[in-house]
């Protein structure tokens, strides 16, 4: 017989504990970076330190959670901009979107991976979210006839990322970058 069970549901205060001290994290790692102070984050978020360890036991499963969060937001937004908007927009407004993230999350993802082999489970799980993300925008496009056919998703994030590690100096010239990648992307007439 087993002696393992399940583990229990948060009580909805510890759910928006947690929720906050996640939100917080995100708001400090983007302003002060990866090694944001955990003292400054609980503060932030209203709690105490051993709340914010209770959920996060070390600096790396904190950054680990905001990493993964913000992953799949960023898959969210696949779905959504492919309800709302055409295909071709839609491919557009989410590299868009990948490239703010790569802005804003670099530093917190060069300390993961300092930390983390890359083929770590946080890494595996995120890879596997934003592979199906473009892929499923990509060929929604495709079968639009907006997009060129012979792309696959993986490739779609490598120039989304190109793009992103182009600007990271200078965001501004991203959008001519993205116009110019987009009307690579048209179909051969």
């Known amino acids: 017989m087993?002696?393992?069970s399940a583990p229990r549901p948060m009580r909805a205060d510890a759910r928006r504990n947690y929720e906050r001290l996640l939100a917080e994290a995100h708001a400090a790692f983007a302003e002060l970076g990866p090694d944001a102070p955990l003292e400054e984050i609980a503060r932030r978020a209203g709690v105490g330190i051993g709340t914010l360890y209770r959920h996060f036991p070390t600096r790396l499963a904190l950054?680990?959670?905001?990493?993964?969060?913000?992953?799949v937001g960023l898959a969210g937004q696949a779905a959504e901009f492919a309800d709302r908007l055409p295909p071709r927009e839609a491919v557009r407004e989410w590299l868009r979107a990948l490239v703010a993230h790569s802005h804003t999350k670099r530093g917190l993802v060069e300390a993961l991976k300092s930390t983390l082999d890359g083929r770590s489970?946080?890494?595996?799980?995120?890879?596997?979210?934003?592979?199906?993300?473009?892929?499923?925008?990509l060929a929604r496009a495709v079968a639009a006839g907006e997009v060129r056919d012979g792309l696959d998703g993986l490739e779609l994030l490598r120039m989304g990322h190109a793009v992103a590690v182009a600007t990271e100096r200078s965001p501004e010239s991203g959008e001519l970058l993205l116009t110019i990648m987009m009307d690579g992307l048209r179909p051969q007439r």
Do not use: K, N, P
């Open 2 to 4: 087993s002696t393992t």
């Open 63 to 71: 950054q680990e959670a905001v990493y993964h969060d913000h992953v």
């Open 121 to 137: 489970e946080v890494f595996s799980a995120c890879h596997t979210y934003m592979r199906q993300a473009a892929d499923t925008l």
